[in-house]
């Protein structure tokens, strides 16, 4: 058991000699990346001149059915006998030619693509008292991506059936016999069985997560705004422009209220995973206690809020903590206090607020994994150190913690990011409220970085800075699980716990 | 879990065994067991106050629920217990004309049902092809969605509304567009069952594989059986997440009122102005929802506990 | 002579012909959206304006609820799946003009709205000299509600928040609104407002708030949000210790059932003597740009029929929605509510509301909830001054968004 080992040689500080490490190794860490990179674009380059070369010298060796399917995808695999594989590869490339080439001129990827570089230019007008739209720049955009997509999956299929074409030459030429259709379709149920399994997983993610994302980032160097909003106007490309106005630090721009919000964003993920780690973690040596009775009970009044859905919970809990809600009401009824504590309207007191809800939603879910956790750490490991005369404090120190820490490290990673985006706890409790004049672009105190976002996408349909908000989310997390992958050592091996 | 017998207590207190080889004197020894005590009995506070503190809301949210809209105040009041207690909010979700409820419910049960047995396919797929088949390609996925996953989910909202309403599947499509929506990426979210399909030992696949069994058979005949537990939890979680969406069912329902799902539907009266006095109705809405909800939960809590679990040590 | 007969009776024919033409009615679906509370209302007010126009009786309406808060958001988003017809509050005008999502009001209908409508209402549904709307109620304004077993003076706003106090109950005032703020600033004789182009372009910023009488407007609203009994709301759905309230005709009814036989309202109060001011609002229909003129002409005709004298009144009766329709000012039923006369009384004091930018709104949420979290409770008169040129300046920056 690899993490056993680790962990006997481990001492609590080993989490942070890491982080000096990784900082002392960063400077070689830069340079190695960079040789990656370079390497990385040195093999690309090569890549694409040695597929370049195989082309040339295929098309020159090959017979005529090799050479026609140059231009005819799929026709040496008709011409040896391999239909199904033929189909598909022709199947594909009529479907291209279609779209791109379609006699109705507004539906083809050619005219998509055309317009790509100017988002269209047609304006809406007016014929009387009837609109006539213009180009819709939304749709060209999103076409021209889908074409773009379209043409690189063209490209790559061409590629894959000349390569097919010259291992069959081979084949042939050895003597050996080609796969018939049979054989192609059985091999779908056993050696080719992944992509049976992949294919609908993977166009669902293509469709509707891949494209989705490229497209906005290239919103994010557009001027797509409530402004530019199609159909009735057009929108274009302008640069680094709303980077520019996000995180810039003059008046017009965001940049003060960005670090803000940015810098809450971090605080509230550091106490929203941390402090609901340590607390989920005592709650469950309370709950597992030898000598502690019912403990399914307790459980189980704990993991509610994990059952109940959060609109309902939180909407609710929200109203509690209102100036005039239940809880201040009964304080000042009981005489604890005479004015209403402001739980949404003080800065301070909301972000507290927040967090100390949020341990009531999150303090369950690591109650949950601590107990599994704890039932798996060897009881002679306690044994042993009960005979050294270690209390129950050193117990947990030297033996509970550091198990506990290593085994969920890669947990507390993805908490982590997963709580940077946490949007429900901050959107149904406070909204971002509180607001202030200090604060620029409806930003307000409690805002995270993402409801920010949809604050942005929803409300002001800002769309531009939506999506520079959305890569700056990509980058900071990015960023984050690259220095913990450094310093995490149970994280990088998959292979290990298998 | 389900096995009482296989929990080791995990004691953090010194008990009698350390005692008895340090060769404690008998009265030391009665001191302990009353120290012990004591920490139990601070643990049984601590616990009970815990309780208090998770479930008051929830039965502060019954409470206001059964309020008279009618006889009281459908509002927000500043007292907890109603005067008089009636079912008039129940009855008016569930059966006046102009209560949409039921409608928001049977569209959020018809989203949950089709997500949970789709979702569940889609993530099965995934997570065995990644845990037990070797290809080319494969850590090229994992790291793809790895990347995938780091970009804000909201971001993509637009751009997913206008692909659903190409597709003629927002407003009064909206049940069947959010279905496509939800279950078209799941297939990403399949870290915890490839935690564990990686735990089922290969060595049944390939005695299984030299009887002459295909891939597709040892993952229907030999897979799948052992599988129930991970099958179970992938279900409920399907099966739940759609109740609580309230963001993306909004944008992608709106307008069209029929077509909303719970969520959006009650969401909606406690946040817009139009809706005065309709408080205790959203709290009744509210219970409504939650109870089965929180049935299913409990029957099934063995499940979610081995999946959680299984998915924070695995990561 | 029969020449001219001919002549005569071929011109005629034309004519009427041309006539039949524009009036050859529309067959298709027109969507509508208002708010939840008069669905019903306007289904049945559809069904009488098909009998009195038998060229529309084949068109479908739908009628489906949306906010008045919420349409103009997703109009903007979607506009070709949003509704050909619908409601909001003039807050959101500048916004659907820019966005290319509101169709200008057919010039025949804009004269005779012109002449039927209150001044304010007709000034609020243009942008520039053009007409984009059609002002449907002339109420969304504020007053004062309060409960006359506590408030014995609800003319001086001391005396609301000490009996309040008293009571143990609460004054309700939404100050982190760019909405009610202005009861404030206005009574202290300040201005915000914007000078707007006809495409919808904010082109001016007029405002003296960041002045003195500004900083003695702030002031005021510091300290009358200091009392124990002032709570920041507006709506008594979610207010749980009403004594008074500042809210509008919307609320009435709720108000009634709370109240019961002490419901009372009357204009805003004045503080240390300077009577609070306030916005006059409207709220109107606005048509989505059409791609048919057929159907175009249909959305005109309903749009004009459901804003009409008559169908205000009507909506009055069923709702308590104030007109904005001359007319149906003058009906005995609309002068004779408390509500609308407490509305009446204010009118005197409150500016029509123009046009707003989003950033102004909130600007002014900002600066509200900067005096909740009682950020300028100790600030003197400079700091105060500094507040408002960045709130001034924040409104500038609107301008542009």
């Given amino acids: 058991m690899t993490d056993l080992d680790y962990f006997k040689l481990s001492k609590p500080q080993k989490m942070l000699r890491g982080l000096g490490s990784f900082f002392t190794r960063l400077p070689k860490g830069i340079a190695n990346g960079l040789k990656k990179m370079a390497g990385g674009f040195v093999s690309l380059f090569k890549g694409i001149g040695n597929n370049l070369v195989d082309l040339v010298t295929t098309f020159r060796d090959g017979d005529w059915k090799t050479r026609l399917s140059y231009l005819i995808m799929g026709f040496g695999s008709f011409a040896r006998g391999q239909w199904g594989r033929g189909l598909l590869f022709f199947l594909f490339q009529t479907v291209f030619n279609v779209y791109m080439f379609m006699p109705n001129a507004e539906f083809s990827g050619c005219y998509y693509l055309g317009k790509l570089s100017t988002l269209g230019t047609i304006e809406t007008y007016k014929e009387g008292r009837k609109t006539i739209y213009g180009d819709n720049s939304f749709f060209i955009l999103l076409y021209g991506v889908l074409t773009i997509f379209f043409i690189l999956a063209l490209i790559y299929t061409w590629r894959v059936n000349i390569k097919q074409n010259k291992i069959s030459e081979e084949l042939l030429k050895n003597g050996h016999k080609l796969k018939t259709t049979k054989d192609d379709l059985d091999s779908l149920r056993d050696s080719q069985f992944h992509k049976t399994m992949l294919a609908l997983p993977t166009l669902g993610v293509t469709i509707f997560t891949i494209l989705p994302i490229f497209f906005m980032i290239l919103v994010a160097f557009t001027n797509f705004d409530a402004t530019h909003q199609p159909p009735g106007k057009l929108f274009t490309w302008v640069g680094w422009d709303n980077f520019n106005q996000l995180l810039a630090m003059d008046s017009a721009s965001y940049g003060d209220t960005f670090r803000h919000v940015l810098l809450w964003t971090l605080i509230w993920a550091f106490f929203a995973t941390f402090l609901n780690y340590f607390l989920g973690m005592f709650v469950a040596i309370m709950i597992n206690k030898k000598g502690i009775k019912l403990k399914k009970m307790w459980r189980t009044i704990l993991v509610m809020t994990i059952a109940i859905p959060q609109f309902v919970s939180l909407l609710y809990v929200s109203k509690m903590f209102a100036a005039d809600g239940l809880i201040n009401t009964f304080f000042m009824k009981w005489g604890w206090i005479t004015e209403p504590l402001p739980f949404w309207t003080d800065p301070v007191w909301a972000r507290i607020t927040i967090i100390v809800i949020n341990i009531w939603i999150g303090i369950p879910y690591l109650m949950l994994i601590a107990t599994g956790i704890l039932m798996n750490i060897p009881a002679d490991l306690y044994e042993s150190a009960r005979i050294d005369g270690a209390n129950a404090f050193q117990m947990y120190r030297k033996i509970t913690l550091p198990y506990m820490l290593f085994v969920t490290g890669p947990y507390l990673l993805t908490s982590f990011t997963g709580n940077i985006n946490n949007f429900n706890v901050i959107f149904l409790l406070s909204g971002g409220k509180p607001l202030s004049l200090d604060l620029a672009g409806g930003a307000g105190h409690t805002d995270l970085l993402i409801t920010w976002l949809y604050k942005m996408t929803v409300n002001d349909t800002n769309y531009k800075l939506a999506a520079v908000i959305g890569i700056l989310v990509f980058v900071v997390t990015a960023v984050i699980n690259l220095i913990v992958y450094n310093m995490i050592p149970s994280v990088k091996n998959e292979e290990d716990f298998q | 879990m389900s096995d009482k017998n296989k929990i080791p207590e995990v004691d953090i207190v010194v008990d009698e065994a350390a005692g008895v080889i340090r060769e404690v004197k008998p009265e030391n020894l009665r001191s302990k067991k009353g120290h012990e005590r004591r920490i139990n009995t601070t643990i049984y506070v601590a616990l009970i106050l815990i309780s208090i503190v998770w479930l008051a809301p929830f039965v502060f949210l019954v409470f206001q629920s059964f309020r008279s809209y009618l006889t009281e105040s459908g509002a927000m009041v500043n007292y907890l217990l109603p005067k008089q207690w009636s079912l008039d909010n129940y009855v008016w979700l569930l059966t006046d004309p102009s209560s949409d409820f039921l409608r928001w419910y049977s569209n959020t049960i018809i989203i949950a049902l089709f997500c949970s047995v789709l979702q569940t396919f889609m993530v099965l797929s995934v997570s065995y092809t990644l845990s037990r088949l070797r290809f080319k390609g494969r850590k090229l996925i994992m790291n793809v969605v790895l990347v995938l996953g780091m970009f804000p989910g909201f971001l993509t909202m637009i751009i997913l509304y206008f692909l659903l309403r190409q597709l003629g599947l927002t407003q009064t499509g909206a049940v069947p567009g959010l279905i496509l929506i939800y279950v078209a990426s799941s297939g990403m979210g399949y870290y915890i069952s490839k935690g564990f399909f990686d735990t089922i030992p290969k060595s049944l696949d390939e005695s299984a594989r030299i009887d002459g069994a295909t891939r597709a058979q040892v993952f229907r005949m030999i897979i799948m059986p052992l599988a129930k537990p991970i099958v179970i939890y992938t279900v409920l979680m399907a099966f739940m997440a759609p109740w609580g969406d309230y963001v993306f069912a909004s944008y992608v329902a709106f307008g069209s009122k029929p077509n909303y799902n719970v969520a959006v539907g009650l969401y909606q009266w406690i946040n817009v102005n139009d809706y005065q006095g309709y408080f205790t109705r959203f709290c009744a809405g509210g219970v409504l929802v939650a109870v089965p909800i929180t049935l299913l939960f409990l029957a099934l809590q063995k499940y979610y506990v081995e999946g959680v679990t299984g998915g924070a040590v695995k990561g | 002579m029969k020449k001219i007969l001919a002549i005569v009776l071929t011109v005629a024919m034309v004519l009427s012909l041309a006539s039949f033409a524009s009036a050859e009615g529309f067959s298709g679906e027109i969507k509508v959206w208002v708010a939840e509370n008069v669905v019903d209302f306007t289904n049945e007010q559809v069904e009488a304006f098909k009998v009195a ?221 300077v009577q609070l001011s306030g916005f006059g609002g409207f709220k109107m229909l606005g048509i989505k740009p059409q791609t048919d003129e057929a159907k175009l002409a249909a959305c005109d005709a309903l749009a004009a029929y459901l804003t009409s004298g008559d169908v205000q009144l009507a909506r009055y009766k069923a709702v308590f929605w104030g007109p904005s329709n001359l007319a149906a000012q003058q009906d005995p039923a609309v002068q004779e509510d408390v509500a609308l006369a407490a509305l009446g009384a204010q009118l005197a004091y409150t500016i029509p509301q123009g046009q707003y930018p989003n950033g102004y709104w909130t600007a002014a949420e900002g600066l509200g909830d900067d005096i909740l979290a009682d950020k300028l409770d100790d600030a003197d008169d400079a700091a105060l001054l500094e507040v408002l040129n960045t709130f001034v300046a924040n409104c500038e920056a609107a301008m542009a968004q």
Avoid at chain 3, 64 to 89: H, L, M, Q, R, W
């Fill in chain 3, 53 to 273: 126009n038998p060229e529309y009786a084949d068109m479908t309406v739908k009628v489906e609820p949306v906010g008045e808060g919420d349409a103009a958001n997703k109009v903007i988003t979607d506009v070709e799946s949003a509704a050909d017809i619908y409601g909001f509050a003039q807050d959101q005008l500048g916004r659907l003009v820019k966005a290319g999502a509101i169709e200008e009001v057919e010039p025949e209908n804009a004269k005779v709205v012109e002449a039927e409508n209150d001044a304010g209402s007709v000034g609020a549904v243009k942008m520039g000299d053009v007409m984009y709307a059609y002002p449907m109620t002339s109420d969304n304004g504020y007053f004062l509600y309060y409960d006359k077993s506590v408030v014995t003076d609800p003319t001086d706003l001391d005396k609301v928040l000490a009996d309040c106090e008293a009571a143990g109950k609460s004054f309700y005032f939404q100050i982190n609104s760019g909405w009610y703020q202005v009861a404030f600033f206005f009574a202290y004789g300040c201005e915000l407002t914007y000078d707007t182009d006809s495409d919808g372009n904010y082109v001016k910023l007029n405002t003296n708030y960041n002045s003195d009488k500004g900083v003695t407007a702030l002031k005021a609203m510091i300290e009358a949000a200091k009392s124990p009994a002032f709570q920041n709301g507006s709506s008594l759905s979610t207010a749980t210790n009403v004594a008074a309230i500042v809210d509008g005709v919307w609320d009435a009814g709720a108000a009634k059932d709370l109240f019961g036989d002490n419901y009372a309202a009357t204009k805003l109060p004045a503080y240390k003597g």
